[in-house]
Every structure is written in structure tokens, then in C-alpha cells.
């Protein structure tokens, strides 16, 4: 079975640019998350969707972070613009059913760097 | 804000030994997750214990649950080279999953 395959695996870019992340979950995945993790830190969840529609963005910051799953596959995270802040290992995961509590599948992130 | 809290930070013992990492966390949860996150593989589950478990084993791990306390514990016996890696529980409460920040665990030769 395929994992979780995300793109670019690392990114550098300067303050203010933009930068897009593409994820494609398992498939038969319902659910995907968003994580942003952080050097030392655990994963914070940004985003997560059943199939196309948004289940919880509550910690994803909407003035300058988007997302979206067309067609409830694959799926884009968008930075516009990026700040030093946001150096961080971006992770997507996909999980069979809505609920939190069932196994999620992690990709292995992309490395983003801001300068 | 993060709800799990894992102790210690860091964590070295021999091969072979076994490896005990805690888990303290402060609201109501439904169930609490081990995850395990090295360089070669990423980040991948290892458990998952409900809040009405009190203990559960899956090969080598152990990890037990004490929701009174607030907290949990992940024990790895006879540990080998490959378990080097950071170790995360992962709260479930109110739909919502936070991770904590994690032990990091070094096998010694």
C-alpha cells in the first residue's frame, strides 16, 4: 500500500514570498490533516478535512495560511506571505475514518525554511 | 496551548535495557496515542489506549493509563538500536489532537 506522499520534501524561501505544499493521502482516505511541526516541538494540527470540506481550522492562521482538497483527495497548504516564524516541518496525514481517535498515516513532511 | 507533556526530555540507556516515558496531560480525553517519529520513517503510530483501558501491550510496548492522574506511561523493553527516535503522546479530547513535545530516546552500543 502507498503512503502519504507529499512535495517538495524541502523548500527555502525569503520572508514575505509564497510557498505551496501538496499533499496525496492513502487512498480510500476520508480524512486529512495539516500539521505544522516546529524544531523540538510536537506536531500542532492546522487543518483537517473529511473528503472537501473543512472539519477544524481553528488553529490555522487565516491571514496568511490557506488550504484546500478539491475533489476530497489530494490536497495544497498555502503560505502567503511567509514569515521567519513559519521555518518548520510541514506534515500531512490521512486517516480511514473522521474520527481523531483512528490511526493517522503521516507523510514525511517538507522541510520549509524562511530567510 | 499543548495538552500532552511527555518526561523526561531526553532520555539515554544501553541496548537491551528497557525504557519507561511519561505522559502527564490536564483535560478530559477519550483515548491517548504513542507515536514514534525518527528520520528514516517519519512519524508512526504505535498505540492507541482508551480512556477505559488501563493497560494495553502491542509486541515490545507497553503503556498503561491512569486517568485519575492524568497520565500515562510508555514502556519499550529489551530496547534495540532501531527504537533511537523521539516518542510523542497524543491527547483525544473534545474531537480535537494535541501533541505533546515529545521524549528523545538514544539507544546506546
Known amino acids: 500500500e502507498a503512503g502519504v506522499a507529499q512535495s517538495p520534501r524541502y523548500k527555502i524561501i525569503e520572508k514575505r514570498q509564497s510557498v505551496a505544499f501538496w499533499c496525496n493521502p492513502i487512498?480510500?482516505?476520508?480524512?486529512l490533516y495539516w500539521y505544522q511541526q516546529i524544531l523540538g516541538q510536537g506536531p500542532k494540527l492546522l487543518i483537517q478535512f473529511q473528503n472537501n470540506g473543512v472539519v477544524d481550522d481553528s488553529q490555522l492562521p487565516k491571514d496568511r495560511f490557506s488550504a484546500e482538497r478539491l475533489k476530497g483527495v489530494d490536497s495544497t497548504l498555502k503560505i502567503q506571505p511567509a514569515k521567519l516564524e513559519d521555518s518548520a516541518v510541514y506534515l500531512c496525514?490521512?486517516?480511514?475514518?473522521?474520527?481523531?481517535?483512528?490511526?493517522?498515516?503521516f507523510g514525511p513532511g517538507t522541510r520549509l525554511t524562511v530567510l | 496551548s499543548q495538552q500532552g507533556e511527555e518526561d523526561p526530555q531526553a532520555l539515554s540507556i544501553q541496548e537491551g535495557e528497557n525504557a519507561t516515558m511519561n505522559c502527564s496531560y490536564k483535560t478530559s480525553i477519550n483515548n491517548l496515542q504513542w507515536y514514534r517519529q525518527n528520520s528514516g520513517r517519519g512519524l508512526v503510530h504505535l498505540i492507541l489506549?482508551?480512556?477505559?483501558?488501563r493497560e494495553k501491550h502491542s509486541g515490545r510496548l507497553r503503556v498503561t493509563l491512569d486517568t485519575s492522574k492524568k497520565s500515562s506511561s510508555l514502556l519499550i523493553t529489551a530496547s534495540r538500536a532501531a527504537d533511537t527516535a523521539s516518542y510523542f503522546c497524543a491527547t483525544e479530547g473534545d474531537d480535537k489532537i494535541i501533541f505533546g513535545k515529545g521524549t528523545r530516546l538514544h539507544i546506546l552500543p
Open positions: 489506549i482508551r480512556s477505559n483501558e
Open positions: 496525514a490521512s486517516s480511514f475514518w473522521d474520527t481523531p481517535f483512528d490511526e493517522q498515516f
Open positions: 487512498s480510500g482516505h476520508a480524512t
